[in-house]
């Protein structure tokens, strides 16, 4: 492939050089101006943060492509992980706010379950009718979503504060042995949980009837370019969320927006490379791929972000906030028993596409009512 050929390719990733560029000189500028200045900058940054999270997930999809499942939705999930671990973190220096990782991992979970799965369900009910899954994989990401928030933000509503250091060193240690036994599953004797053989007819109707997450030179270069573009994605990524956070914060500073939009904001600038990829899976009936983002995001996100943060909190001596509002904890068990139910059988449908993006919805109006 010619250099020509991989700068087109990644013009999307060179564009958000200069804006980072521009933003870090034209930041106490746009400081100065008003509110309403702030907030747009602040959103035209979110889009292009959104656009390089797109190809650095792209290219998560080619090496996903060349590794195959269960491998290939691994680094998707742990991609998106990674970039929203790295959002919140750097949005955390600017915000004082002791429930934003809470609200985020909160409101991920709420977005990938409800929003993703939800929305995919429905559209590939719509299309396809019935649509086939490994029913393993659904269950056993559903126990242990609900096994990691229960650990890590329902128990320490009970923690007395003068232990908090005590149960966040235990938090870390159980998600680490929680992530080591899922990834022994995973990628080990028990990979079957989350991979579907489709037949054959199936497999050439979907290859001739979808889009290709890749263009098939790109998917046959070699795989250091993809990690190579993955790398210097979340750099780019890092830099603009730090601008981001400062102009967002300003902007929003005195509005009235709900005190948790900072928290959406991260969980949907991570999440929407995963939707794109979701709704081509469950338009090309591939509901295995879909649940495997859907509920392998929600999990990751759990069961990585969590010891990154406490970790945090524990050097710096100063506790977030984990523990659920009554809200949000009626909507989790409300989601997992819905999900539990949902992906009990092996075939998803319509229906239960339209019961999770209704709960999608009431989280948006839950938002907008400040719960």
């Not at 999900?339 to 999608?360: K, P, Q, S, V, Y």
Request: aromatic fraction near 8%.
């Amino acid at each position: 492939m010619s250099i020509a050929t991989t700068l087109k390719q990644e013009r999307m990733l060179l564009a958000a050089v200069p804006c980072a560029a521009l933003a870090y000189f034209a930041e106490h500028a746009v400081m100065e101006q008003s509110k309403a200045v702030s907030f747009i900058v602040a959103a035209a940054l979110i889009g292009v943060i959104i656009l390089v999270s797109m190809r650095v997930a792209h290219h998560a999809e080619i090496l996903a492509a060349k590794v195959g499942d269960p491998y290939g939705t691994m680094i998707l999930t742990l991609s998106a992980v990674a970039v929203e671990v790295l959002i919140l973190a750097i949005i955390m220096q600017e915000s004082s706010s002791p429930t934003l990782v809470r609200d985020t991992i909160y409101s991920a979970v709420m977005i990938d379950i409800n929003g993703i799965l939800g929305l995919a369900a429905l559209l590939g009910g719509l299309k396809h009718g019935e649509q086939p899954y490994n029913d393993d994989s659904g269950k056993t990401y559903g126990v242990m979503i609900l096994t990691a928030m229960g650990i890590s933000m329902i128990v320490p509503e009970f923690i007395p504060g003068e232990s908090w250091h005590i149960y966040s060193a235990f938090t870390i240690c159980a998600m680490i042995v929680l992530y080591a036994l899922f990834l022994k599953m995973q990628v080990g004797p028990h990979s079957y949980f989350f991979s579907y053989s489709y037949p054959r007819s199936e497999r050439k109707k979907a290859t001739s009837s979808g889009t290709p997450a890749a263009e098939p030179d790109e998917e046959d270069g070699p795989a250091t370019k993809s990690i190579t573009v993955i790398l210097l994605g979340v750099v780019i990524i890092g830099v603009l969320a730090e601008f981001m956070s400062a102009f967002l914060g300003n902007g929003l500073e005195g509005s009235g927006a709900p005190v948790a939009l900072m928290a959406v904001v991260v969980a949907t600038i991570s999440a929407a490379p995963e939707i794109m990829t979701a709704m081509r899976s469950a338009l090309r009936n591939r509901m295995q791929s879909v649940v495997n983002i859907a509920m392998g995001a929600s999990l990751s996100t759990v069961i990585l972000t969590v010891p990154v943060m406490e970790a945090i909190a524990l050097y710096t001596g100063q506790p977030f906030i984990m523990a659920m509002t009554p809200v949000q904890t009626v909507m989790v068990f409300i989601t997992l028993i819905a999900a539990a139910i949902n992906l009990n059988d092996g075939e998803t449908n319509a229906i239960e596409g339209m019961t999770h993006f209704i709960l999608f919805a009431t989280f948006i109006m839950l938002l907008f009512l400040g719960l």
